[in-house]
């Protein structure tokens, strides 16, 4: 049966470590019919580095913390300032492949950035979404038995010489910028909102049926079995 609800979750601020552990605990606990859920927050300052992440793309953390994660990709900085939406979709249920997930939220980004005056696009060679070759949004996915979690990251108005400590997602010397660098209103409420619209309309998710503001009750036990297959946005 085709569940046809969304969950949105909205925080004002969640550590990234419990935040993790959840969605994994979500993803490999939810049934056939659990409603998809998205959850919009901003982490503490922290970079993360994906399972298969070199460490040498780190190149001064100093006192931010570093979490080796289990999405696939380099290295990237969450913190405060900056928009993050965790997309745990069942693509299967939605009739959609790894690809065509990536490119439903590198485009609603894009579509959201039009309507403040900013013209973004991807790349087909480095995930994320860019403005004039500098990155303003970074994605990262990870797939488990046909469900997805993690998700992406735009930066809003944040202290941007964190990302000066790391090559991000990888490159070296890569540019970063922001909705505030580029003089766009870069709001908090009003940014999210926009892209979770933008979201819906992307992947064609269904109306958001209730929004919580709390991580999901663990499950009394966690299946004895896991099928993983991973992708990289």
């Given amino acids: 049966m085709t569940n046809m609800s969304l969950i949105v979750r909205q ?3 969640i550590d990234y470590a419990p935040c993790w552990q959840a969605m994994k605990t979500f993803t490999d606990t939810r049934g056939p019919d659990t409603p998809d859920e998205l959850w919009v927050l901003e982490h503490p300052p922290v970079f993360t580095l994906g399972q298969a992440g070199k460490p040498e793309h780190v190149l001064n953390p100093g006192d931010i913390p570093l979490v080796q994660t289990d999405r696939c990709g380099q290295v990237t900085y969450h913190g405060p300032g900056q928009t993050v939406i965790y997309l745990l979709i069942d693509i299967a249920r939605l009739g959609i492949g790894a690809r ?4 439903g939220i590198e485009q609603a980004i894009v579509d959201m950035l039009a309507t403040r005056g900013i013209t ?16 303003i949004a970074s994605l990262g996915l990870r797939i ?14 944040m202290d941007m010489a964190a990302f000066r400590r790391i090559n991000p997602c990888g490159y070296i010397g890569q540019p970063m910028t922001s909705l505030a660098l580029l003089n766009a209103e870069s709001h908090r409420a009003g940014t999210e909102a926009a892209l979770l619209d933008a979201l819906r309309a992307r992947l064609a998710l269904p109306p958001e049926s ?15 079995e896991q099928h993983t297959l991973e992708e990289h946005s």
């Fill in 100 to 103: 065509a997930l990536v490119t």
């Fill in 11 to 13: 925080f004002d601020t």
């Fill in 144 to 157: 488990r038995h046909g469900r997805s979690y993690h998700g992406l990251s735009l930066n809003r108005d």
């Fill in 120 to 135: 973004a696009a991807s790349k087909p060679d480095a995930p994320g979404v860019y403005v004039d070759g500098a990155k």
């Fill in 210 to 224: 209730r929004r919580l503001s709390a991580l999901p009750a663990p499950p009394a036990t966690l299946p004895s």
